[in-house]
T-cell receptor, first 115, second 114 residues
Framework: AQKVTQAQTEISVVEKEDVTLDCVYE???????LFWYKQPPSGELVFLIR??????QNEISGRYSWNFQKSTSSFNFTITASQVVDSAVYFC????????????FGKGTRLHILP | NAGVMQNPRHLVRRRGQEARLRCSPM?????VYWYRQLPEEGLKFMVY????????ESGMPKERFSAEFPKEGPSILRIQQVVRGDSAAYFC????????????FGPGTRLTVT
């Protein structure tokens, strides 16, 4: 069965610190996609990244970076030099290629960046 | 190029009333998905539709909830006889045909049942 686990319910860090959000997934498919979304206090979902299961290269986008490790079924997200505007709920999610319908979301990690 | 549109953005209903949530997919997208986000939870899949066809409704509650995506017009998620437990954010996503991993999400409708 497919499942996404975000063990960290809530994290608080002081501005400018680095922070890593953990994500562990379960799937039986060999082809799947992993996502991260940001949900700011305004409530909309902001797409951050999609990664397919065949691409294990780490990705960096500005202060954001992602570490995909198939061996541990993890897709962790790091924010470097955090800013107050990074405060939000972050969701990790999974979509299986063999099931062309749903995206499975984790329960989210609420990140507080303290000034 | 407009994204996925949902309306209303906020909806207040009294217990027992009906709620209708609308979703207009992105231009060129023929597939629509509805998700529900209960307070302090992640999004949960409800239903997947193509035009005039329900493909997967495995996440829909068995009673009071229905969805449609007519040939013309937006997709509608209908909740009859709402209860307090229906209070949630309802997100719609759309994708091109056959590319479900490219789902684009709308801003959501926040339903409050009083």
């Amino acid at each position: 069965a497919q499942k996404v686990t975000q063990a960290q319910t809530e994290i608080s860090v002081v501005e400018k610190e680095d922070v890593t959000l953990d994500c562990v997934y379960e799937t039986r498919d060999t082809t799947y996609y992993l996502f991260w979304y940001k949900q700011p206090p305004s409530g909309e979902l902001v797409f951050l990244i999609r990664r397919n299961s065949f691409d294990e290269q780490n990705e960096i986008s500005g202060r954001y970076s992602w570490n995909f490790q198939k061996s541990t079924s993890s897709f962790n997200f790091t924010i470097t030099a955090s800013q107050v505007v990074d405060s939000a709920v972050y969701f990790c999610a999974l979509s299986e290629r063999g099931r062309d319908d749903k995206i499975i979301f984790g329960k989210g990690t609420r990140l507080h960046i303290l000034p | 190029n407009a994204g996925v549109m949902q309306n209303p953005r906020h909806l207040v209903r009294r217990r027992g009333q009906e709620a209708r949530l609308r979703c207009s997919p992105m231009k060129g997208h023929s597939h629509v998905y509805w998700y529900r986000q209960l307070p302090e939870e992640g999004l949960k899949f409800m239903v997947y539709l193509q035009k005039e066809n329900i493909i997967d409704e495995s996440g829909m509650p068995k009673e009071r909830f229905s969805a449609e995506f007519p040939k013309e017009g937006p997709s509608i998620l209908r909740i009859q006889q709402v209860v307090r437990g229906d209070s949630a954010a309802y997100f719609c996503a759309s994708s091109p045909a056959g590319i479900s991993y490219e789902q684009y999400f709308g801003p959501g409708t926040r339903l409050t049942v009083t």
